[in-house]
């Protein structure tokens, strides 16, 4: 199955930081994807859903925070991406890039 480019970005942006729970922004939420969501579904009690075959859990950006304290207190790293562009002026695959870890 080929994937999609923002999945391809996800992969690649994961790729650079393999040992930290990726927060990875889609709009309104952090998403996290594979074995990053099974993690935070459990750690965090998150619903875990699934597209296209692939697991996904997420939390509203607003309240991020909380979250991710929570995984650095379970002694998680975490990493949070975000858009570097705005998605309303984006032709295409909106840019992102961690910007803490």
Do not use: W
Not at 37 to 52: D, F, G, N, W
């Amino acid at each position: 199955m080929a994937l999609t480019p923002m999945m391809t970005q996800y992969l690649e942006t994961k790729q650079q930081h393999p040992d930290c729970i990726l927060f990875y922004r889609l709009g309104d939420f952090y998403e996290m994807f594979n074995e990053d969501a099974l993690v935070a579904s459990k750690e965090l009690e998150l619903t875990l859903t699934a597209r296209a075959g692939t697991p996904m859990c997420g939390v509203p950006h607003h309240s991020c925070e909380g979250y991710i304290k929570k995984l650095i207190d379970k002694g998680f790293k975490v990493a949070i991406c975000e858009q570097t562009t705005d998605p309303a002026l984006s032709k295409g695959l909106v840019e992102r890039d961690i910007v803490r870890l």
